[in-house]
């Protein structure tokens, strides 16, 4: 389905893997605070939840299949929400095809409506003015062999890909694979801008990214830190879908004074921002009519 001129998919990512809660206190990490906060942004308005599986105690990131179908169990428990569960960094760290399938397991073991898909390598970093360094710096690696590996697992579960772009080029990445078969139209594109290493965060460079995609696929935009609301904004004029939650940017403001405490006030602001243009957010049941979630295969 096309995107809606008068609709919008509000996604909220709960929590990511590289923020602690000596950043951001409200981050969940146990599988019923993770389902606790997706009841709370269903509630203000989100059709989907993204999110990363977290060890309860230390917050470190997982890829055990027993907490992921814990996660799962626990947020179909609150709300009837689609749920999407990242790939993120499932080959980072090891070396063997093996090693990595098994990391992947979970997502054709918990079955997920939907899981990201990350689209190309690059360089992902943040860099501090003030310190005039980088807080963190690394290559984020995301072969065509490790993007087949993800797709093969996905087929398996029968789970919708969400292709995340963090670049132009990533977004032209799809062409094969569509060829191949490893993926089946339409589709849903992530277009996140804010990282260091990816494309600027302009709302230029957004809509280049949106004129990539064909009339039948569907789009939203990943804002990383406070420049998220002007995306937000952006995205929501151009008529695609929208992303916010903690993984993403902690604050209400652009300016960074004024946290969120939780996802569910993130979701509020987005559902406000939205409503003031004339887009009503989706329900889960609409979203996934929009998003083609059951034809992925």
Known sequence: MPLSKDKVVVTCALTGVLAKRDQCP???YSPVEIAEEA???YEAGAAVVHIHGREPDSGEQTWSADIYGQIKEEVRKRSPIIVNFSTGGFNMGVESEEE????LAYVWKT???MAALNMG?????KYSEKRKGFVFDFVFPNPFSDILLATEAMREGGVKPELECFDLGHVHNAQPLLQMGALKGPQQYSFILGVLGGVAP???NLLAMARQVGPED??????ISRVQWKLVAAALVLGGNIRVGLEDNFYLDPAGKEMAKGNGPLVEKAVRLARDIGREPMSPDEARAALGIGKAW
């Open 26 to 28: 409200y981050l969940p």
């Open 39 to 41: 009841r709370r942004a």
């Open 100 to 103: 990595k399938k098994e990391r």
């Open 111 to 113: 079955k997920p409506e």
């Open 121 to 125: 390598s690059m360089n992902y970093a």
């Open 202 to 204: 302009t709302a230029e």
């Open 218 to 223: 569907t789009w939203e935009v990943i804002g």
